[in-house]
T-cell receptor, first 109, second 114 residues
Framework: LAKTTQPISMDSYEGQEVNITCSHNNIATNDYITWYQQFPSQGPRFIIQGYKTKVTNEVASLFIPADRKSSTLSLPRVSLSDTAVYYCLVSYNTDKLIFGTGTRLQVFP | NAGVTQTPKFRVLKTGQSMTLLCAQDMNHEYMYWYRQDPGMGLRLIHYSVGEGTTAKGEVPDGYNVSRLKKQNFLLGLESAAPSQTSVYFC?????????????FGPGTRLLVL
């Protein structure tokens, strides 16, 4: 059974790099990994997406090892405004969209 | 573009009452989704639609019905609300269903069933 697992919470300080890992067993060859950010009382918002190796955009990087059984969202130099819940979504090659349970990131000054 | 909007923002129901949640998108997206979000459980897919007039069950469809009469609207119905359906409901849309396609989410509807 497909399952996506993330740490429940993480703490960091402003200016530090934060790495959030998502474990996803049974990921299929054609499945993608997508990360979303959610602020209180808002819907999730797309951050980054990848299939393998490394993807970088203006806000984050996504590292996916060769076996693709996990992925790591990297937020460089976080600020207070990065305090949010982060979800990984694995688009399995079925009709299931499996979100992780979310990682609550708290950034301190 | 308003993106994805949801109506209402908040609602209180008594057990056994019915209601319909409305989702609207102005991005001409083919695919629309309804999720529920509960503490510690992330987002779980209730139903989804791959186009006007078509719907399909997601991970937790029991107790809910949906309709997609118009491409831009996706309705979620609760025929007989139960306390277990107290949750925050999110609608989303995407241009296609290909793996990795970005989903755009609405602001959510908070539902309390007493």
């Amino acid at each position: 059974l497909a399952k996506t697992t993330q740490p429940i919470s993480m703490d960091s300080y402003e200016g530090q790099e934060v790495n959030i890992t998502c474990s996803h067993n049974n990921i299929a060859t054609n499945d993608y990994i997508t990360w979303y950010q959610q602020f209180p009382s808002q819907g999730p918002r797309f951050i980054i997406q990848g299939y393998k190796t490394k993807v970088t955009n203006e806000v984050a990087s996504l590292f996916i090892p060769a076996d693709r059984k996990s992925s790591t969202l990297s937020l460089p130099r976080v600020s207070l405004s990065d305090t949010a819940v982060y979800y990984c979504l694995v688009s399995y090659n079925t009709d299931k969209l499996i979100f992780g349970t979310g990682t609550r990131l708290q950034v301190f000054p | 573009n308003a993106g994805v909007t949801q109506t209402p923002k908040f609602r209180v129901l008594k057990t056994g009452q019915s209601m319909t949640l409305l989702c609207a998108q102005d991005m001409n997206h083919e695919y629309m989704y309804w999720y529920r979000q509960d503490p510690g459980m992330g987002l779980r897919l209730i139903h989804y639609s791959v186009g006007e007039g078509t719907t399909a069950k997601g991970e937790v469809p029991d107790g809910y019905n949906v309709s997609r009469l118009k491409k831009q609207n996706f309705l979620l119905g609760l025929e007989s609300a139960a306390p277990s359906q107290t949750s925050v409901y999110f609608c989303a849309s995407s241009a296609s269903r290909r793996p990795g396609e970005t989903q755009y989410f609405g602001p959510g509807t908070r539902l309390l069933v007493l």
